[in-house]
T-cell receptor, first 116, second 113 residues
Framework: DARVTQTPRHKVTEMGQEVTMRCQPI?????VFWYRQTMMQGLELLAY????????DSGMPKDRFSAEMPDATLATLKIQPSEPRDSAVYFC??????????????FGPGTRLTVL | GENVEQHPSTLSVQEGDSAVIKCTYS??????FPWYKQELGKRPQLIID?????GEKKDQRIAVTLNKTAKHFSLHITETQPEDSAVYFC????????????FGSGTRLQVQP
């Protein structure tokens, strides 16, 4: 049963520290998404990639956040420096998009980040 | 861009009753409308989706209806059970362009035994 995996599952850090979250998409999927979930904002899209190229990162604060896909099996989301308002659950999701077909996104278990 | 509004934000029903969650969207180009269920502390999971070439789709106790003219779609859960308690998210997406899914704000459904 293929699943999206994320590490770490929980992260507690102090304000100003760098945070790196990792995601392994389902093998064969060509699209990867990063979402942030808070009670107030619901599911916010931060960035997404297709075939490892960034397609949209307009939801991401560029001054402190960065997202990359060094290869097809790894996506990373970095926050530097972290701030208490970054505390949230960060979900990665992957999907297979062929042509104009829209297909299911599969979510990872999330990384619960707490910035003190 | 797309704007998806979802109502109600919370919904409490008695076990066995039906539950209906409604969403409206703004972009007439949207043609894919999935619904995700998120149990407490878990990941969102797709429960049903509909594409704009159909008006209704059913899967056991769950059904989704789509009205493209009015730009709204709804999730219907019949014979609700306590395990249906969760947060439900609707979403919308066009087939063309670079935009990803736009999610609604979520509905917290509580099924009282």
């Amino acid at each position: 049963d293929a699943r999206v995996t994320q590490t770490p599952r929980h992260k507690v850090t102090e304000m100003g520290q760098e945070v790196t979250m990792r995601c392994q998409p389902i093998l064969g999927h060509n699209t990867v998404f990063w979402y942030r979930q808070t009670m107030m904002q619901g599911l916010e899209l931060l960035a997404y990639f297709r075939n490892r190229a960034p397609l949209d990162d307009s939801g991401m604060p560029k001054d402190r956040f960065s997202a990359e896909m060094p290869d097809a099996t790894l996506a990373t989301l970095k926050i530097q420096p972290s701030e208490p308002r970054d505390s949230a659950v960060y979900f990665c999701a992957s999907g297979l998009v062929l042509g104009q077909d829209n297909n299911e996104q599969f979510f990872g278990p999330g990384t619960r980040l707490t910035v003190l | 861009g797309e704007n998806v509004e979802q109502h109600p934000s919370t919904l409490s029903v008695q076990e066995g009753d039906s539950a209906v969650i409604k969403c409206t969207y703004s972009d007439s180009a949207s043609n894919y409308f999935p619904w995700y269920k998120q149990e407490l502390g878990k990941r969102p999971q797709l429960i049903i989706d509909i594409r704009s070439n159909v008006g209704e789709k059913k899967d056991q106790r769950i059904a989704v209806t789509l009205n493209k003219t009015a730009k709204h779609f709804s999730l219907h859960i019949t014979e609700t059970q306590p395990e249906d308690s969760a947060v439900y998210f609707c979403a919308a997406k066009p087939s063309t362009g670079r935009r990803a899914l736009t999610f609604g704000s979520g509905t917290r459904l509580q099924v009282q035994p």
